[in-house]
């Protein structure tokens, strides 16, 4: 029986779909996947649709089929009281669309209420936050202080009620920092607000066109790179400024005057007062509550600006007239139309990039509906077009002011909003407070935040994935250069470090493991012309006369390294030596000597390499533990030495990986399930149930039949009475499978005229087969007349064994007890398809439910692929 897959048909929603189930007593002809779904269904037996087809097959039971029911993890999972579900809570129930406006339901109005508390609380906080880091970015962007001020109150209204990530909080970020204070130093205050208007213009233009998920094709290593030039290049500023001195444009001089200045430092007082603040920034959350729930930089900059009062040091410049100093951008003079275009991209990519990160970030936070990126990009450069004609920085996602929305509860877009709105207030009432803060103690703060930028989480995993020179050269790019040149570097780096992984691959020579053994020359990956090189230096380490086994782990080989292991191969035969052509991957290393018949696209795929796609194509192969042997050792004949050869491949590949868990289990065996199946060689237990050493206690019988309990001292009843009470199995399994001889002789003994003999030399088979008696007889009784086929016998025998086994004592204890259960399997060996048996309807179905475990919140890939 094939387990066929079909479309579900549309059924009312209050209907509760059934998973795609066969009846076991019943076999469809070949032609019956080609009946419409519906075509069983009451109701449905004249389609208009399709009209030729009856609503069953003459002689056969009704095909019933029930429907697929969505794969819903939830739908597994019991139901829990919302007030004890933190997602009860969260914005994607009550906000689905990001607008603050609740969902339907009886409770909206209280839900509405519950989040404007929420997000009231949220956006205090994160107005906490950020008032002092944006006054800190100002000043180090070389830009007026009101400018971070504008900045974090159109980020925060206009980027908030437009973009597309709902709890995302934007304003002016460190990691524009150095371009923005270049822009500054080369063409003025007043043209860097236009080149951020003109860059919010693009951002727009980007939005517009959805090109949001492909700016995340850049290589991870080469954006953390980048943010960690950034920091590099704020601290040597920065640490500048703590001292008392000025910061320059590029970081190659700041480095360079540094020592000079840490030996003596311009203001010594404004050098402590610095370094006070960077202290009480990195050590306040370890402190304990309630004082670490203020946060860090809003306690570092109160407490150390209070302490400042009494020394002269250099203080935040803050206009008088606030809403005076707001002015409109001015063209660039001179005419330098090039570098203004250039500076304009870099904006409009850096902010783009990191408030994209930014924003991927912020989702994985919280279980909410995912956010919409191109939405995003729309908000980031409206907001960057405001900043700019108002006179503000540029705007970006801030992944600091984000995290603390998260964290402190936000439920939708309105916190950000507020937190824009309390930092316009803030501006406009207590503006003279601004005044008292020291310029040291704001560098002091973007200094922790700086050396914050070189994650050493990030640089560890770089250098797991191999990537770590790809962040290196973007780090020294950044510093040495600028923003833009330091990332090219990187990516051309990522490129060329990729283009060599695809295209050259790695060669590996290991000498004798001992005496008579040979040399292993092992090539892995695509073996192209451009590793010619390599490989021929690699060969070359193999002595003369030294018998070789060279493993092709391959999945391409063009013809230049065809023909240099070809010839390779005949040299060292010419010279007498053994060599061994061990094709593990999927690329041939022989040429057929006779044509193939030619197909359609053979000449598409001679002149562009192409696969071979025609209907004859063979798939790609499995993994030698998997495919026969007859696969894989080259048409040998089934002799000893096939045998041994497939021992020695164990030795060599699958060993080592199954060898840890072996080791555990030399104190004994611990399996889960007792596995009863057909002696047939086709079925291989493990390979089905995706199962290793020590997972299956196996049974394997002629016909996978279950003696009665008067067949004492049979070895079948011994195997289950120890599964089940000395190594105490959890499940019993009986699995019946398609084309069973067994069964098929046991069909043909039940015939009219047969004469079961047991004489001859199948006497004792001849015995065996009356075990499977009573499945002849319930499969007789269920259909009126023994089953036409012996693969609906043979599905009936499986539901017949877990009879029998219920009337073994031990199994029907241990099932009493609720420590066993019976599973019921059916295995289709020209599909290669397991169904499963359903013994509440009597039928087969195919299983849907994965047990595969699923991420949680805040786990990462690592997490499910950790050993």
Same mark, same amino acid.
């Given at each position: 029986?094939?387990?066929? !897959?079909?479309?579900?048909?549309?059924?009312?929603?209050?209907?509760?779909?059934?998973?795609?189930?066969?009846?076991?007593?019943?076999?469809?002809?070949?032609?019956?996947?080609?009946?419409?779904?519906?075509?069983?269904?009451?109701?449905?037996?004249?389609?208009?649709?399709?009209?030729?087809?009856?609503?069953?097959?003459?002689?056969?039971?009704?095909?019933?089929?029930?429907?697929?029911?969505?794969?819903?993890?939830?739908?597994?999972?019991?139901?829990?009281?919302?007030?004890?579900?933190?997602?009860?809570?969260?914005?994607?129930?009550?906000?689905?669309?990001?607008?603050?406006?609740?969902?339907?339901?009886?409770?909206?109005?209280?839900?509405?209420?519950?989040?404007?508390?929420?997000?009231?609380?949220?956006?205090?906080?994160?107005?906490?936050?950020?008032?002092?880091?944006?006054?800190?970015?100002?000043?180090?962007?070389?830009?007026?202080?009101?400018?971070?001020?504008?900045?974090? #109150?159109?980020?925060?209204?206009?980027?908030?009620?437009?973009?597309?990530?709902?709890?995302?909080?934007?304003?002016?970020?460190?990691?524009?920092?150095?371009?923005?204070?270049?822009?500054?130093?080369?063409?003025?205050?007043?043209?860097?607000?236009?080149?951020?208007?003109?860059?919010?213009?693009?951002?727009?233009?980007?939005?517009?066109?959805? #090109?949001?998920?492909?700016?995340?094709?850049?290589?991870?290593?080469?954006?953390?790179?980048?943010?960690?030039?950034?920091?590099?290049?704020? #601290?040597?500023?920065?640490?500048?400024?703590?001292?008392?001195?000025?910061?320059?444009?590029?970081?190659?001089?700041?480095?360079?005057?540094?020592?000079?200045?840490?030996?003596?430092?311009?203001?010594?007082?404004?050098?402590?007062?610095?370094?006070?603040? +960077?202290?009480?920034?990195? #050590?306040?959350?370890?402190?304990?509550?309630?004082?670490?729930?203020?946060?860090?930089?809003?306690?570092?900059?109160?407490?150390?600006?209070?302490?400042?009062?009494?020394?002269?040091?250099?203080?935040?410049?803050?206009?008088?007239?606030?809403?005076?100093?707001?002015?409109?951008?001015?063209?660039?003079?001179?005419?330098?139309?090039?570098? +203004?275009?250039?500076?304009?991209?870099?904006?409009?990519?850096?902010?783009?990039?990191?408030?994209?990160?930014?924003?991927?970030?912020?989702?994985?936070? !919280?279980?909410?509906?995912?956010?919409?990126?191109?939405?995003?990009?729309?908000?980031?450069?409206?907001?960057?077009?405001?900043?700019?004609?108002?006179?503000?920085?540029?705007?970006?996602?801030?992944?600091?002011?984000?995290?603390?929305?998260?964290?402190?509860?936000?439920?939708?877009?309105?916190?950000? /909003?507020?937190?824009?709105?309390?930092?316009?207030?803030?501006?406009?009432?207590?503006?003279?407070?601004?005044?008292? /803060?020291?310029?040291?103690?704001?560098?002091?703060?973007?200094?922790?935040?700086?050396?914050?930028?070189?994650?050493?989480?990030?640089?560890?995993?770089?250098?797991? !994935?191999?990537?770590?020179?790809?962040?290196?050269?973007?780090?020294?790019?950044?510093?040495?250069?600028?923003?833009?040149?330091?990332?090219?570097?990187?990516?051309?780096?990522?490129?060329?470090?990729?283009?060599?992984?695809?295209?050259?691959?790695?060669?590996?020579?290991?000498?004798?493991?001992?005496?008579?053994?040979?040399?292993?020359?092992?090539?892995?990956?695509?073996?192209?012309?451009?590793?010619?090189?390599?490989?021929?230096?690699?060969?070359?380490?193999?002595?003369?006369?030294?018998?070789?086994?060279? $493993?092709?782990?391959?999945?391409?080989?063009?013809?230049?390294?065809?023909?240099?292991?070809?010839?390779?191969?005949?040299?060292?035969?010419?010279?007498?030596?053994?060599? =061994?052509?061990?094709?593990?991957?999927? %690329?041939?290393? %022989? /040429?057929?000597?006779?044509?193939?018949?030619?197909?359609?696209?053979?000449?598409?795929?001679?002149?562009?390499?192409?696969?071979?796609?025609?209907?004859?194509?063979?798939?790609?192969?499995?993994?030698?533990?998997?495919?026969?042997?007859?696969?894989?050792?080259?048409?040998?004949?089934?002799?000893?030495?096939?045998?041994?050869?497939?021992?020695?491949?164990?030795?060599?590949?699958?060993?080592?990986?199954?060898?840890?868990?072996? =080791?555990?289990?030399?104190?004994?065996?611990?399996?889960?399930?007792?596995?009863? =199946?057909?002696?047939?060689?086709?079925?291989?237990?493990?390979? +089905?149930?995706?199962?290793?050493?020590?997972?299956?206690?196996?049974?394997? =019988?002629?016909?996978?039949?279950?003696?009665?309990?008067?067949?004492?001292?049979?070895?079948?009843?011994?195997?289950?009475?120890?599964?089940?009470?000395?190594?105490?199995?959890?499940? /019993?399994?009986?699995?019946?499978?398609?084309?069973?001889?067994?069964?098929?002789?046991?069909?043909?003994?039940?015939?009219?005229?047969?004469?079961?003999?047991?004489?001859?030399?199948?006497?004792?088979?001849?015995?065996?087969?009356?075990?499977?008696?009573?499945?002849?007889?319930?499969?007789?009784?269920?259909?009126?007349?023994?089953?036409?086929?012996?693969?609906?016998?043979?599905?009936?025998?499986?539901?017949?064994?877990?009879?029998?086994?219920?009337?073994?004592?031990?199994?029907?204890?241990?099932?009493?007890?609720?420590?066993?259960?019976?599973?019921?399997?059916?295995?289709?060996?020209?599909? %290669?398809?397991?169904?499963?048996?359903?013994?509440?309807?009597?039928?087969?179905?195919?299983?849907?439910?994965?047990?595969?475990?699923?991420?949680?919140?805040?786990?990462?890939?690592? $997490?499910?692929?950790?050993?």
């Amino acid at each position: 029986m094939h387990a066929e !897959h079909h479309e579900p048909r549309k059924q009312p929603s209050s209907v509760t779909p059934a998973p795609t189930a066969l009846p076991y007593p019943s076999e469809p002809d070949t032609d019956r996947a080609k009946i419409p779904d519906h075509a069983d269904s009451p109701g449905h037996a004249e389609n208009p649709d399709h009209p030729e087809k009856p609503d069953r097959l003459p002689g056969r039971r009704p095909w019933r089929r029930a429907r697929r029911a969505p794969a819903s993890p939830a739908a597994d999972r019991p139901a829990a009281d919302s007030s004890d579900d933190p997602a009860s809570d969260d914005p994607a129930r009550h906000d689905p669309d990001g607008t603050g406006r609740p969902g339907s339901g009886g409770s909206a109005g209280r839900t509405l209420r519950g989040a404007w508390r929420h997000d009231l609380e949220a956006s205090v906080v994160v107005f906490l936050v950020a008032l002092p880091l944006s006054l800190g970015i100002a000043v180090a962007s070389g830009a007026p202080v009101v400018a971070g001020i504008i900045a974090a #109150v159109v980020g925060g209204v206009v980027a908030g009620a437009v973009g597309g990530v709902p709890l995302q909080v934007s304003g002016p970020a460190a990691g524009l920092t150095a371009v923005v204070a270049e822009i500054v130093a080369t063409h003025g205050w007043r043209t860097a607000c236009f080149v951020t208007a003109a860059a919010g213009v693009v951002q727009i233009l980007f939005g517009l066109s959805r #090109v949001a998920r492909a700016a995340l094709a850049i290589s991870p290593a080469v954006v953390h790179g980048m943010l960690a030039g950034i920091g590099l290049t704020i #601290v040597i500023g920065q640490i500048h400024v703590v001292l008392g001195g000025t910061a320059g444009s590029a970081a190659w001089d700041n480095l360079i005057v540094l020592p000079g200045e840490i030996v003596s430092p311009a203001v010594p007082a404004a050098a402590l007062l610095g370094i006070a603040t +960077i202290a009480l920034t990195v #050590v306040w959350t370890r402190l304990p509550r309630p004082l670490s729930s203020i946060p860090a930089p809003l306690a570092a900059v109160s407490m150390v600006t209070a302490a400042s009062l009494p020394f002269d040091v250099p203080r935040v410049a803050l206009p008088d007239d606030l809403l005076g100093a707001i002015a409109l951008p001015e063209l660039p003079a001179g005419g330098d139309w090039g570098a +203004i275009t250039l500076a304009v991209l870099t904006v409009a990519l850096v902010a783009s990039i990191e408030s994209l990160l930014s924003a991927v970030a912020v989702e994985a936070m !919280h279980s909410g509906p995912r956010g919409d990126l191109d939405r995003e990009l729309l908000g980031q450069g409206a907001a960057n077009t405001v900043s700019g004609l108002l006179g503000g920085l540029p705007v970006t996602g801030v992944i600091v002011r984000s995290s603390t929305n998260v964290r402190a509860g936000a439920r939708t877009r309105a916190s950000a /909003i507020l937190h824009g709105l309390w930092m316009a207030g803030f501006a406009l009432l207590l503006a003279p407070l601004v005044g008292r /803060i020291p310029l040291a103690v704001l560098a002091g703060l973007l200094v922790v935040i700086g050396i914050r930028l070189v994650d050493l989480a990030h640089i560890r995993a770089i250098a797991r !994935h191999g990537e770590l020179a790809i962040y290196l050269t973007t780090v020294v790019g950044v510093v040495l250069f600028n923003l833009l040149e330091g990332v090219l570097i990187g990516i051309a780096t990522a490129l060329l470090l990729a283009l060599r992984r695809t295209l050259v691959a790695p060669v590996h020579v290991h000498p004798p493991t001992g005496p008579g053994s040979p040399w292993r020359v092992v090539v892995e990956g695509a073996l192209t012309f451009l590793s010619l090189p390599r490989l021929s230096r690699r060969l070359a380490e193999v002595p003369a006369g030294a018998s070789v086994r060279l $493993d092709l782990a391959v999945d391409y080989l063009d013809h230049g390294a065809h023909k240099m292991l070809d010839d390779w191969i005949a040299e060292r035969h010419r010279a007498g030596a053994t060599v =061994t052509v061990d094709e593990v991957g999927a %690329a041939p290393l %022989a /040429i057929p000597t006779v044509a193939a018949r030619p197909r359609e696209g053979r000449l598409s795929k001679s002149l562009f390499g192409g696969r071979s796609t025609g209907r004859h194509a063979r798939s790609a192969r499995p993994p030698r533990w998997l495919a026969p042997w007859s696969d894989w050792q080259h048409g040998q004949l089934h002799d000893r030495q096939h045998l041994l050869n497939g021992v020695d491949e164990f030795h060599r590949r699958t060993a080592p990986m199954i060898e840890p868990f072996l =080791t555990e289990l030399t104190a004994g065996q611990r399996p889960s399930t007792l596995f009863i =199946t057909c002696s047939d060689s086709r079925l291989v237990p493990n390979v +089905i149930t995706s199962s290793g050493p020590g997972d299956l206690f196996t049974v394997r =019988t002629p016909g996978a039949f279950v003696p009665g309990p008067q067949a004492v001292g049979d070895s079948t009843l011994a195997a289950i009475e120890y599964a089940v009470e000395v190594l105490r199995v959890r499940t /019993i399994a009986v699995c019946g499978h398609s084309g069973c001889g067994a069964v098929a002789a046991l069909l043909d003994r039940g015939t009219p005229g047969h004469s079961g003999s047991s004489v001859g030399p199948l006497r004792n088979l001849e015995a065996w087969l009356r075990h499977g008696e009573p499945a002849l007889a319930r499969a007789a009784r269920d259909a009126g007349g023994l089953p036409p086929e012996p693969d609906e016998l043979s599905r009936v025998s499986v539901a017949q064994q877990l009879v029998a086994l219920r009337g073994l004592s031990v199994v029907r204890r241990a099932e009493a007890e609720g420590r066993l259960q019976l599973v019921g399997m059916w295995f289709d060996i020209a599909t %290669a398809r397991a169904i499963v048996l359903n013994e509440s309807t009597d039928r087969f179905e195919i299983p849907t439910v994965s047990v595969v475990p699923v991420l949680e919140s805040g786990q990462r890939l690592a $997490d499910a692929t950790r050993g």
